[in-house]
């Protein structure tokens, strides 16, 4: 089956296939006549028509590794004989030919019409029978040839373009020039002739330059792209670069061409035994020395180029049409624009204002059309981006900075950037306060009622309020604890509140101490803060001061401060002595009171002093956990009481005796100077001095609180009222 | 009694223990989904806030220390601290966290360089921004009173323990923005009830790891507290009908 | 989970001294009190710690000369003064108790009555931003506190103290006490994420 060759790949592919199977790259151009028709040959001239047969006789033949066949590109070459060796193909050749001269002539050729590049042109009838007969090894070129040489024969051409025909004997061969390379300056007609400023060398628009070959003086020929569907035509053929002669003429050098020739010196040696046409030859006189002088070719010797013999080829009708084609065809498919159906997008103002006014792209010659590449391996295509050349030519768009749209917004926004770049101190931003978090007046009255309620008592030495009468049974289940306590065995106090909270806790730690101290119970004291110590140390002096004997006798004992927390209390509880050791002062160990202590058990109860509920959890679940027989006894604030007061009332509880706040300070104080006979409390407590003005700033607040919620309750019932209203 | 109190404790423990390593590694793929906290969402977007217009946080950790029962709470404000620390490292003024201890305030220096170390701003660390404001509760208070305008904070976070002085804490920052804050002490709870913008009741305070996305053991670890929520409540109510009925 | 020579030390001790609490071993009871006296030990360099962190924070706000640099020159004078002091005469020594009582002590009463005042007007304000039933609420039984545990002039209301101890013992430890379960239950679970290395605060 005819094969068509991939003009990118060279491998073959079916006649009928569009794409190469394996590159995927078209083997017919797009601008090809409608596929399924044959275009008529029809040859102006009988020479014309002569060259349209061989033309396509060669396109249609030659396959790799027929015997016989062309060379073909994909790199399979044949054994290349030796120097004196007669080419297998030459061989056939002239055993057919003296076949052939006893054949009948042919029949008339078929009439001359446009070739086809879709299906090669047939072979006359006459001329395939002639074939028939032992025809089955033979490349379809060949035949055609032998056609072609029978028809030459009958018509006994002159001034045939193409000149005698050789072969190796010199008649069978096909025409040595289309084994020979178009040389430097010949162009193929229809192309592009060298634009001004090109110098010999530099491949011509839309021509493909070969890469260097082996050194030569000479510059590389350029390489005419194979053709799209000239499959049955090599440009790599022997010989490319040397002339083809017949055997014993020795023609004019041609330049060497490398890229498909590489290894084919020997064909070309081969090739150039072949008889070249006179037409040729004298293109080659007239061409070698512009090549080597390297003088671009100017119309003269184009006119020479295009000799007599070139203006036979350059008629009309001589060379197919797509040899010579620059345009597509007239009845060609038109491919259709798609971007008509495209809407264009709309730019948004902002968008538009940005765009510079001036500064279109140049548009390249026939961008707006779509243009058609016409050769090289991407001829046929549309779209294809120019050569270098023309696309250096598209000037740069002008850039036109204050012709930019620019509206007042925008200036704005602009200016005020500027200004905080350039500026430091713009960025700096003034931050007001938040709105209701100023200073409000109302405030300064709520300040000044409370100051006045908590000065007056003082100031006017009023007692207004009532002392508390009844005492909790807390309270005096501590005080009957206390009581019954032995008077050998130390007690350890624990003074666990700050300086802000001695105000509260002082009056009841007082009051305990008071009786402590009035039944001569040792007291060892400790403290988990830091002011601890200095806190202690200050209420026992002051208990001491009602208690000279106390002082002289040495019993208060000092542990000092305690680091840790709950993980110091946890290992004070362990071992009391180590951890406290370190801190309290060498001669509280050393007392005759603590000297039998070793543990906790050695303390005859503990009493805590504290305003911060956490601060008592960790005792008892540090220290009580570990020592439940240990008595545990608390002074603590008003605000820790809801979360004492289940370590008091639980079923086993933790603590055996509270005082709470103010209240259980002063009804203590009261207990112990009471008068047995009478019940009246005897001296006054610290807290007495305080219960006037507490009771005074409470109201105060109590006042001040209902005045809000009342304002408040009064504000949203408005609002709730006004909006009812609006609906 | 105590026998039974500590078996009680320990399986309590495990209990808790394991279902904070099943949510953790069982469901690791699964964020679980909370209720809304309006002072965590505040959080959240006081930390974005911040960092967009260049102004700084506080996050006070309190006065608690690492030894005693509120160090819980102070871990607590570590975890948030991290958070906070990484999203305003990059920012002119990164956030303060301040304490009254110096345990709390070392751990606080380490979050910020390990944050921003994450955020490859090591160049930027500055050690003091993990501070002692004051030494106990008081002392912490006033100095702390004076961080929000001398540092130009827009936002204190109260996120440790801390007694009724937060107070004065709260007041100070709402006169330069929000107030988010949270604590172990029911006092100071019912404190910052009256003074701060969004505060945090109860076991809230334990979710904002969770919420600000840790990582997935904080979130496992409130996922554990709910089941054992529901034990304790079914338990308590079951001891009270036993011990009404007159079977314990 | 990362582990670190750090994590490793940190769940190994916490389990310690947590298994000690339950198994009443000799040997680890032992190992059990040594490491709290280490954790005593690490309490009070931390507080040197973090008085020296104090200063310098003042130091370099002096230095920087940023606003209210002149209180922390008065900070950083009393300061040092008092530590010199402490360190010379002792903690308990009639000059320390005397500065801890006649001017550290003033000056904390007096925050806390600060504090009186900015809760009070705190009170006020959240009726006006959260009038809510919860607020009124609130506002209800601060008042029945406030007049069940203060005196009242010319007269006593036994009912009112009868009902401001009824609601401090039942509905308010009722309610911390719910408190305090869920904050146990969470402080549980952070400590537990400590011991099993989940959480790690000492490294990140």
Redesign the interface.
């Known amino acids: 089956m005819p094969e068509l060759r991939c003009p990118m790949c060279g491998k073959p592919n079916a006649e009928t296939d569009e794409v190469c199977a394996f590159c995927q790259a078209r083997l017919r151009p797009l601008t090809a006549a409608p596929s399924g028709s044959e275009p008529p040959i029809s040859p102006s001239s009988p020479a014309e028509e002569e060259a349209s047969d061989w033309l396509v006789r060669l396109r249609a033949q030659g396959t790799a590794g027929e015997p016989g066949g062309t060379r073909d590109l994909s790199g399979e070459a044949e054994p290349l004989p030796g120097p004196d060796e007669v080419p297998n193909w030459l061989a056939r050749i002239r055993a057919r030919g003296g076949e052939e001269g006893e054949a009948t002539p042919p029949a008339a050729p078929p009439p001359s019409s446009e070739i086809s590049q879709a299906s090669p042109p047939e072979i006359p009838s006459e001329a395939r029978a002639e074939q028939q007969p032992g025809e089955t090894a033979e490349p379809e070129w060949l035949k055609r040839l032998r056609v072609r040489r029978t028809y030459e024969q009958e018509q006994e051409p002159e001034g045939s373009p193409f000149g005698t025909p050789t072969s190796a004997r010199g008649e069978e061969l096909p025409p040595d020039w289309l084994h020979v390379p178009r040389e430097e300056g010949w162009r193929a007609p229809g192309l592009a002739t060298p634009s001004e400023g090109q110098t010999a060398g530099q491949p011509a628009p839309g021509e493909a330059e070969a890469p260097s070959g082996p050194t030569d003086e000479t510059p590389p020929a350029r390489v005419q792209g194979p053709f799209p569907g000239g499959d049955s035509f090599s440009p790599s053929a022997p010989a490319m670069g040397e002339s083809a002669q017949a055997a014993g003429q020795a023609g004019p050098k041609l330049p060497r061409l490398s890229p498909f020739t590489q290894g084919s010196e020997e064909l070309a040696a081969e090739a150039a035994e072949a008889e070249i046409p006179e037409w040729l030859a004298r293109v080659r006189e007239v061409t070698e020395p512009a090549a080597q002088g390297g003088q671009p070719q100017g119309g003269q010797e184009e006119e020479g180029l295009a000799g007599p013999g070139l203006d036979e080829l350059l008629a009309p009708g001589v060379l197919p049409e797509w040899l010579t084609a620059t345009q597509p065809p007239a009845n060609a498919p038109q491919i259709e624009s798609e971007t008509e159906e495209i809407e264009h997008a709309v730019l948004p103002p902002w968008l538009q204002a940005l765009r510079p006014i001036e500064g279109r792209a140049v548009k390249s010659e026939g961008s707006e059309e779509e243009r058609v590449e016409t050769a090289g391996p991407l001829s046929g295509l549309k779209g294809v981006l120019p050569p270098i050349s023309v696309l250096e030519k598209v000037p740069h768009p002008p850039v036109q900075r204050e012709q930019l749209e620019v509206n007042p917004a925008h200036a704005a926004q602009a200016e005020l950037l500027q200004r905080v770049v350039i500026n430091p101190e713009s960025r700096e931003v003034k931050r007001t306060e938040r709105a209701?978090r100023r200073f409000h007046s109302w405030?300064l009255g709520?300040?000044a009622l409370?100051l006045v309620a908590i000065l007056a008592p003082g100031i006017t030495q009023t007692h207004?309020?009532?002392?508390?009468t009844t005492v909790s049974v807390e309270t005096l289940k501590l005080r009957t604890a206390i009581n019954a306590l032995p008077v050998d065995r130390p007690i350890l106090m624990a003074f666990e509140f700050?300086?802000?909270?001695?105000?509260e806790l002082e009056a009841g730690a007082l009051a305990v101490v008071d009786q402590l101290m009035g039944r001569g119970i040792p007291i060892a004291s400790l403290s988990t803060r830091?002011?601890g110590?200095?806190?202690a140390?200050?209420v026992i002096?002051r208990g001491e001061a009602a208690h000279p004997d106390y002082a002289s006798a040495g019993k208060y004992l000092?542990l000092?401060?305690?680091?840790?927390?709950a993980?110091?209390l946890?290992?004070f509880a362990?071992?009391p002595r180590?951890?406290s050791g370190a801190t309290s002062?060498s001669s509280a160990w050393d007392s005759p009171f603590l000297k039998p202590v070793t543990s906790l058990e050695g303390f005859s109860s503990i009493i805590i002093v504290v305003a911060q509920p956490q601060l008592f959890q960790a005792w008892i679940e540090q220290v009580h956990t570990l020592h439940p027989g240990v008595p545990v006894f608390a002074v603590i604030s008003?605000a820790a009481?809801?979360?004492v007061?289940?370590y008091y009332?639980s079923d086993t509880p933790s603590v055996e005796g509270l005082v709470v706040?103010l209240?259980g300070a002063e009804t203590y104080a009261c207990m112990n100077s009471a008068n047995s006979a009478t019940g009246q409390c005897g001296s006054i407590s610290p807290a007495d001095s305080w219960?006037d003005a507490?009771?005074a700033?409470?109201?105060t607040?109590?006042l001040?609180?209902?005045?809000?919620?009342l304002?408040?309750?009064g504000?949203?019932l408005v609002k709730h009222l006004g909006e009812k209203k609006r609906d | 009694m105590a026998a039974i109190e500590?078996v009680l404790a320990?399986v309590?423990?495990l209990l808790?223990?394991g279902l904070?390593?099943f949510f953790?590694f069982l469901r690791r793929g699964q964020w679980p989904t909370f209720r809304r906290l309006p002072a965590l969402e505040a959080l959240s977007a006081d930390i974005g806030r911040s960092v967009e217009s260049g102004t700084r946080l506080h996050l006070s950790l309190g006065n608690g220390?690492?030894?005693g029962?509120e160090?819980?709470?102070t871990?607590?404000g570590?975890?948030a601290l991290?958070q906070i620390a990484k999203a305003g490292s990059v920012s002119d003024k990164p956030p303060l966290a301040t304490s009254?201890?110096?345990?709390v305030?070392?751990?606080s220096q380490?979050?910020y360089r390990?944050?921003f170390r994450?955020q490859r701003a090591e160049d930027r660390y500055d050690p003091?921004l993990g501070?002692?404001?004051?030494?106990?509760p008081?002392?912490y208070?006033?100095g702390t009173m004076?961080t929000a305008?001398?540092e130009d904070v827009t936002a204190t976070f109260i996120l440790g323990p801390q007694g009724?002085?937060v107070?004065?804490v709260?007041?100070a920052g709402s006169r330069r923005g929000d107030v988010v804050g949270g604590t172990?002490d029911?006092v100071a709870?019912?404190?910052l009830?009256?003074?701060a913008d969004h505060p945090l009741?109860?076991?809230e305070?334990?979710a904002t790891?969770a919420y600000l996305k840790?990582?997935r053991?904080?979130a496992?670890?409130v996922q554990?507290?709910d089941v054992?929520?529901w034990v304790?409540i079914g338990a308590a109510v079951a001891l009270a009908v036993l011990g009404t009925v007159g079977i314990l | 989970m990362k582990f670190h020579v750090s994590v490793v030390v940190a769940i190994g001790t916490g389990l310690l001294t947590l298994v000690a609490?339950?198994v009443p071993l000799a040997p680890l009871?032992a190992m059990?009190?040594a490491l709290?006296?280490i954790?005593?030990?690490?309490?009070?360099?931390?507080?040197?710690?973090?008085?020296?962190?104090?200063l310098?924070?003042h130091a370099?706000k002096i230095r920087d000369g940023?606003?209210?640099h002149l209180?922390s020159i008065f900070l950083v004078i009393s300061m040092l003064s008092v530590f010199i002091m402490v360190t010379v005469f002792?903690?308990?020594s009639p000059y320390?108790?005397w500065?801890?009582?006649q001017v550290?002590?003033p000056?904390?009463?007096a925050?806390?009555g600060?504090?009186?005042?900015?809760?009070?007007?705190?009170?006020?304000?959240?009726?006006?931003?959260r009038?809510h039933w919860s607020t009124?609420l609130?506002?209800l039984a601060?008042?029945i506190v406030?007049?069940g545990?203060?005196?009242?002039?010319?007269?006593?209301i036994p009912f009112l103290q009868g009902f401001r101890n009824w609601l401090?013992?039942v509905p308010?430890?009722g309610?911390?006490?719910?408190?305090?379960?869920?904050?146990a239950?969470?402080?549980?679970?952070?400590?537990?994420?400590?011991?099993?290395g989940?959480?790690q605060?000492?490294?990140?």
């Open positions: 209701g405030t709520v300040w409370l207004v309020f009532a002392r508390p700050d300086p802000a909270d001695a105000a830091p002011t110590p200095a806190m140390a200050d002096a000092p000092g401060y305690l680091p840790g927390d993980v110091g946890r290992a362990s071992d180590q951890a002062s008003a009481e809801p979360l007061r289940p009332e706040g209240a219960w507490f009771g700033s409470a109201l607040a109590v001040v609180l209902g005045v809000g919620a304002g408040s309750a504000i949203a | 500590g320990l309590v423990g808790l223990a904070i390593l953790t220390s690492m030894y029962p160090a819980s709470a871990l607590v570590l975890a991290s009254a201890d110096g345990a305030t070392l751990l380490d979050v390990v944050a994450h003091l501070r002692i404001a004051g030494l106990g008081l002392g208070a006033a004076h305008p001398d009724r002085e107070a004065l709260a007041e172990l029911p709870q019912a404190v009830y009256a003074t009741i109860g076991e305070l334990f790891g840790v990582n053991a904080h496992a670890s554990a507290q054992m929520r304790v | 609490y339950f009871q059990r009190a709290l006296q954790g005593a030990i690490l309490a009070t360099v931390a507080l040197l710690l973090g008085a020296g962190n104090l310098s924070v370099r940023k606003p209210g209180y002792g903690p308990q320390s108790v500065i801890v009582t550290q002590q000056l904390e009463v925050l806390t600060l504090l009186s005042g900015v809760l009070l007007i705190a009170g006020v304000r959240v009726m006006f931003r009038p009124y609130f506002f601060a008042v406030l007049l545990t203060a005196p009242l002039p010319f007269v006593a401090a013992q308010a430890v309610g911390g006490r719910g408190l305090l379960l869920g904050i239950l969470g402080a549980t679970a952070t400590g537990l994420r400590v011991l099993l989940l959480d605060p000492y490294q990140r």
